[in-house]
């Protein structure tokens, strides 16, 4: 397990699936962890499980005012924020053709902006606090390929990978690495169609790894990209999707000599 002892962490979107799991890992590695949210049960029933190294802050990642306010909270709760995870998400699945541009600027609002927002703040006080840190994006799937009938999400999703990337050129000379992870299919809330059986093996079984991803399975690689371990890795993309993104020419049909 990697070791994150004195490190704070601010996690967006922390009151459930990826986020949640994080959280927990986070302060099971030794650290504290400021979970973040719009949904407040969930969020504070889940620091309340973590206990002392946890608080809950209710904030609006599309609010700077409310990430700046993040930002504060950490420092005078725990002292410091070292390490942020952007995974607060919006959704609204349906044709492009069909979208509203009110439910189009909510996703980027949340999606992307709020990355950047959330990000900036973070970035901000550890440069102007002479502190290294390390953060992460969550993108998807959908943020390296076209993901049918959920366009603005995948925009969102794709945008995000440039951004942590352009943080961290721009960061780079005060320590600050900015990477992203791309989920593949995860059981978490979102996915909450998964829990139909047949749907679930059907991911499973295009899935070079034969089965759907959990939220540890994307919480191990964030903790590795927020640990020391990984202190020469900065603007990377980490496909963590049991091989499912590379494996389009086994789903050709008539490409295969077996
Ligand atoms: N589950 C998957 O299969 C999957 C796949 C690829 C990528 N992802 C990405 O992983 C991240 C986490 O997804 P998840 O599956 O854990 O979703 P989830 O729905 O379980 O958690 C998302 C959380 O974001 C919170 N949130 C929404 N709007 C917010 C806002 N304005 N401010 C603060 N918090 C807000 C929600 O309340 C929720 O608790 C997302 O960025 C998602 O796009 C998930």
């Given at each position: 397990?990697?070791?994150?002892?004195?490190?704070?962490?601010?996690?967006?979107?922390?009151?459930?699936?990826?986020?949640?799991?994080?959280?927990?890992q986070?302060?099971?590695?030794?650290?504290?962890?400021?979970?973040?949210?719009?949904n407040?049960?969930?969020?504070?029933?889940?620091?309340?499980?973590?206990?002392a190294?946890?608080?809950?802050?209710?904030?609006?990642?599309?609010?700077?005012?409310?990430?700046?306010?993040?930002?504060?909270?950490?420092v005078?709760?725990?002292?410091?924020?070292?390490?942020?995870l952007?995974?607060a998400v919006?959704?609204?699945?349906?044709?492009?053709?069909?979208?509203?541009?009110?439910?189009?600027?909510?996703?980027?609002?949340?999606?992307?902006?709020?990355?950047?927002?959330?990000?900036?703040?973070?970035?901000?006080w550890?440069?102007?606090?002479?502190?290294?840190?390390?953060?992460?994006?969550?993108?998807s799937?959908g943020?390296?390929?076209?993901?049918?009938?959920?366009?603005a999400?995948?925009?969102?999703?794709?945008?995000?990978?440039?951004?942590?990337?352009h943080?961290?050129?721009?960061?780079?000379?005060?320590?600050?690495r900015v990477?992203?992870?791309?989920?593949?299919?995860v059981?978490?809330?979102?996915?909450?169609?998964?829990?139909?059986?047949?749907?679930?093996?059907?991911?499973?079984?295009?899935?070079?790894?034969k089965?759907?991803?959990?939220p540890?399975?994307?919480?191990?690689?964030?903790?590795?990209?927020?640990?020391?371990?990984?202190?020469?890795?900065?603007?990377?993309?980490?496909?963590?999707d049991?091989?499912?993104?590379s494996?389009?020419?086994?789903?050709?049909?008539?490409r295969?000599?077996?």
């Open positions: 397990m990697v070791n994150l002892e004195n490190k704070v962490c601010i996690v967006t979107g922390g009151a459930s699936g990826i986020g949640a799991q994080t959280a927990i986070f302060a099971e590695a030794g650290g504290k962890v400021v979970i973040g949210d719009i407040d049960e969930p969020g504070e029933a889940l620091a309340a499980q973590i206990g190294n946890s608080a809950y802050l209710h904030f609006d990642v599309s609010d700077p005012e409310a990430c700046a306010r993040a930002v504060t909270f950490a005078e709760t725990f002292g410091s924020v070292d390490c942020v952007n995974s919006r959704m609204a699945p349906g044709a492009l053709r069909d979208l509203s541009l009110q439910d189009w600027n909510r996703l980027i609002e949340v999606g992307l902006t709020g990355s950047f927002l959330m990000t900036q703040a973070a970035g901000r550890m440069i102007d606090n002479g502190r290294t840190g390390s953060i992460v994006n969550v993108s799937l943020g390296r390929h076209p993901y049918g009938m959920a366009g999400y995948s925009t969102v999703k794709a945008a995000v990978i440039m951004l942590a990337r943080f961290a050129i721009e960061w780079a000379e005060y320590g600050i990477n992203t992870v791309c989920p593949g299919h059981e978490t809330p979102l996915t909450v169609y998964m829990q139909d059986p047949v749907i679930k093996q059907g991911r499973a079984d295009v899935t070079p790894l089965r759907v991803g959990q540890n399975d994307i919480a191990n690689c964030i903790m590795f990209l927020f640990s020391e371990e990984s202190s020469y890795v900065t603007a990377a993309t980490l496909d963590i049991g091989g499912v993104s494996s389009i020419m086994n789903h050709m049909p008539g295969k000599w077996d």
